[in-house]
């Protein structure tokens, strides 16, 4: 077992009664899963992937991976949602927030395609200018906009450095297996492809090729995230509530938002969790949110944000719960040294390790946040292995799916992501907008 869920700081908040009461909507919704009789069940390939994923393309991976890191200086991953966060937050969460910047054997990662702003992206060509760069582009439709405007731009730039058929030998897409635009460009201009697999969406994605070839070019072990998706897929495969602390996680978040805790916090106290907190809001946000329903999930990253958001949370409406990720292992560890003036009046921890500090920050916030009336569910996980990396996406993304079908949601579609881009193509003049161009221009007139 890789993840402990410990659920003692939900007392007072929500009682061992509620969640047996729930234990038939739980058994449902995990019939619904596994049967495939649930909303979106084209979109549950995720479920077994940590088993059944393709091995030939794996090894593909594995070796476009040393390819990249012998001939590369800067690796660009273009790719928005869940063709961009779950890489970025592996990369951060098993190297460092900080990765590019630190000494390595292995290329620097940059991250484009995911906004529309030309200073992001004229900073990235600034970046590549005189070094040796990869690219991976990254869309299961491959008709993604953002991404698509990166690609195009960085196409050239490849071009215009290597020629057309060095470049080619240095682009990388990963999209749908047959269908799609980028995946004919990739077959005509002799691109290496990998598969974003039919039956699995964007956000549930990071244990394809999507996610695999960034995380792999970082030089983390893939073998060892699949392993410990792997062991958390077996352990969670149980009906029964009582026994499974992914689907006792999924009964209480459900029962807090019934009780009007409308916002999920996911808290860590490690800066290299940020992307994690991304990556899970997508998870969440996109797979809840719908039909006017869904917890709103938010993240911070403590003590930082205790200092910004610690009084909101101690003291503002009580529509909060938080979820703590803890560690039980730092990647390294720092000492407090004696110092004789002692100015700050910190001698008295004096060969203390900083993470000792950092646990006492997190018990002393948990009873805080517990006495001011903000229930907590504290995620533990041994260390930031690749193995328990694994464990921990799979225990999030199964929690996810289940919260989904107790909510009545179909926890794998995303309908609502579309509005916005109707409307920015009508008003960009895209052939077949027409009437919607004129009546957008007059409502922003008004
Ligand atoms: O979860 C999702 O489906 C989305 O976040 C998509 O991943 C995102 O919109 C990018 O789509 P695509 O990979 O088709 O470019």
């Known amino acids: 077992m890789s993840v402990a869920v410990d659920f003692r700081h939900l007392k007072g908040f929500v009682q061992d009664h509620e969640i047996e009461g729930l234990a038939p909507q739980i058994k449902t919704a995990h019939h619904m899963l596994h049967n495939g009789t649930g909303m979106g069940s084209d979109f549950t390939g995720w479920l077994t992937l ?11 991976i594995q070796k476009a991976a040393r390819q990249i890191q012998s001939d590369t200086d800067v ?27 630190l000494a390595k054997q292995t ?82 201009e002799g691109y290496q492809t990998f598969v974003v697999p039919d039956d699995v969406g964007g956000r549930f994605s990071v244990l394809t090729a ?43 978040r459900n029962i807090l938002q019934r009780k009007g805790r409308d916002i999920e916090l996911l808290v860590s106290y490690e800066p290299c969790c940020t992307m994690l907190c991304e990556w899970w809001k997508q998870l969440y946000g996109e797979s809840e949110g719908k039909d006017q329903k869904g917890i709103f999930p938010a ?29 039980e292992k730092p990647k390294y560890d720092i000492v407090i040294e004696n110092s004789p003036e002692d100015v700050d009046g910190l001698n008295f921890l004096q060969g203390r390790p900083v993470s000792y500090i950092n ?13 001011g009336g903000v229930p907590n569910i504290v995620v533990s996980v041994p260390d930031f292995s690749e193995y328990s990396l694994g464990y921990l996406i799979y225990f999030f993304e199964k929690a996810c799916a289940v919260s989904g079908y107790l909510l009545g949601v179909n926890p794998f579609d995303q309908p609502g992501v579309e509005s916005y881009k109707r409307n920015m193509f009508a008003l960009l003049g895209k052939p077949g907008y027409e009437q919607e161009k004129e009546q957008l221009e007059a409502r922003l007139k008004q």
């Open 75 to 101: 690796f660009i991953v273009i790719g928005i949602g869940g063709s961009y966060l779950g890489a970025r937050a592996a990369i951060e969460f098993l190297k460092s927030q900080h990765y590019n910047a």
């Open 359 to 371: 646990r006492k920050a997190f018990e002393g916030t948990v009873l805080a946040h517990h006495d």
């Open 107 to 188: 290329p620097d990662i940059y991250f484009a395609g995911n906004t529309i702003s030309s200073s992001d992206l004229a900073e990235l060509l600034e970046i590549c200018k005189g070094r040796r760069v990869s690219l991976n582009m990254i869309s299961k439709s491959g008709t993604t906009t953002e991404p698509a405007i990166a690609f195009r731009v960085f196409k050239d730039f490849m071009e215009r450095e290597y020629g057309r058929e060095e470049a080619g030998k240095r682009i990388y897409c990963t999209t749908d297996r047959e269908k799609g635009t980028l995946k004919q460009l990739a077959e005509k």
């Open 210 to 252: 999507v996610g695999l070839l960034p995380i792999a070019v970082c030089g983390a072990d893939i073998a060892a995230l699949m392993q410990g998706a792997a062991d958390a897929r077996r352990e969670y495969d149980n009906e029964r509530l009582l026994e499974n602390p992914c689907y006792r996680y999924a009964a209480a």
């Open 299 to 327: 993240a911070a990253t403590f003590s930082t944000d205790l200092h910004s958001m610690g009084q909101y949370i101690q003291d503002g409406k009580r529509i909060l719960f938080e979820t703590v990720v803890l560690f």
């Open 50 to 60: 940590p088993d059944d994923y393709d091995k030939e393309e794996f090894e593909r």
